[in-house]
């Protein structure tokens, strides 16, 4: 078994410590590499006994796995030798010379046409191939190990822009809401529902008073029965009054819509608002984006371009009052 110095396999080893020494080198043609041309065999058997061909010419050795060093001593009628496996894949299994830099090279004789080194720089070559595939694979994963680290530092940054924006934002809309609620629009609108439930209100009162007054019972000759009668009956058309003109969405509207300069880019409901008040509804409310996801009102309008606020009555538009974020500080 001729041996070789090559220093490069130092740098990188690839045989596990766990590996049953015996399942990797026995029963298997082992084919030594040598630059002498010769072809040399060796056959490592279970028993402990070793066959070695040397151009056809057999040789009887012993070979003895010590678990102690995990190493191998191997006998012949010249010499005994002490080696460590020092690496190993699917083409060749490396063998070191105990306490030098010295290697045999080991090749399973079923792999020979896939590798069948002729001299020591071919096999320099594979181990330096081997390196820079090695090295490029740790790189890579080092590389990957830093875009995810610079890919969370990035998505952190983007998130405290967001949180920061989404606070100036939610500024800018308090003040369009203090300014909603003084507006002229704001206070129309709300009339309509007042309107509606005043005009309500006040027709159940007058009728009540017309049946229950003297003169209508001293004519029509009423009694309290009947009155109870007329009582509910108009109590029932108060409570009608108030389904018809209660603050829902179908009657009371509160759009906002954000433009840049005249093109729209968004807009929205604030739906059951009035139950909230509006400076809970700029607060709160939240919106579905164009990918499905959920954000605040302050974080899409992001405190940019114009807010329209569009006031509709029975989806008639009553009132539109613009809001420019820009111009707010």
């Given amino acids: 078994m001729k041996t070789y110095l090559l220093d490069s396999i130092n740098k990188f080893r690839r045989y596990s410590e766990n590996l049953d020494a015996k399942t990797v080198i026995c029963n298997k043609s082992w084919w030594v590499f040598n630059d002498l041309g010769e072809k040399e065999i060796y056959i490592f058997q279970e028993d402990g006994s070793l066959i070695i061909s040397l151009n056809g010419k057999v040789t009887n050795a012993t070979w003895k796995y010590i678990s102690a060093n995990r190493s191998f001593v191997i006998n012949t009628s010249q010499q ?167 603050d829902d969405n179908k009657n009371y509207e509160l759009i906002w819509r954000k433009r840049d300069k005249y093109e729209v880019v968004g807009r929205g409901n604030f739906f059951e608002f009035n139950l909230r008040g509006i400076k809970e509804a700029f607060d709160d409310f939240t919106i579905k984006t164009d990918y499905n996801e959920t954000e605040s009102l302050a974080m899409y309008l992001e405190g940019e371009g114009i807010l329209d606020i569009i006031y509709k009555y029975k989806e008639e538009k009553i009132e539109v009052a613009s809001y420019n974020l820009d111009l707010i500080d």
């Avoid at 924006?165 to 003040?175: G, Q």
């Fill in 80 to 246: 005994a030798v002490m080696v460590h496996a020092a690496f190993m894949d699917n083409m060749v299994f490396a063998l070191q010379l105990d306490g030098t830099n010295q290697f045999a090279f080991l090749i399973d004789e079923s792999n020979k046409e896939n590798f069948q080194p002729k001299s020591l720089s071919e096999v320099k070559i594979y181990f330096a191939e081997k390196m820079a595939l090695e090295e490029a694979i740790i790189n890579a994963s080092k590389q990957k190990q830093i875009d995810q680290i610079n890919a969370e530092k990035q998505k952190q940054l983007e998130q405290e822009r967001k949180r920061k924006k989404e606070e100036v934002s939610k500024r800018k809309l308090r003040i369009v809401a203090n300014s909603i609620i003084e507006s002229n629009e704001y206070e129309k609108w709300k009339k309509l529902r007042r309107s509606g439930l005043r005009s309500g209100v006040t027709l159940s009162v007058i009728s009540t008073l017309i049946v229950c007054s003297p003169f209508v019972r001293t004519l029509f000759d009423f009694g309290s029965f009947s009155i109870v009668c007329f009582s509910i009956i108009l109590i029932f058309i108060f409570f009608l009054v108030l389904y018809f003109e209660r």
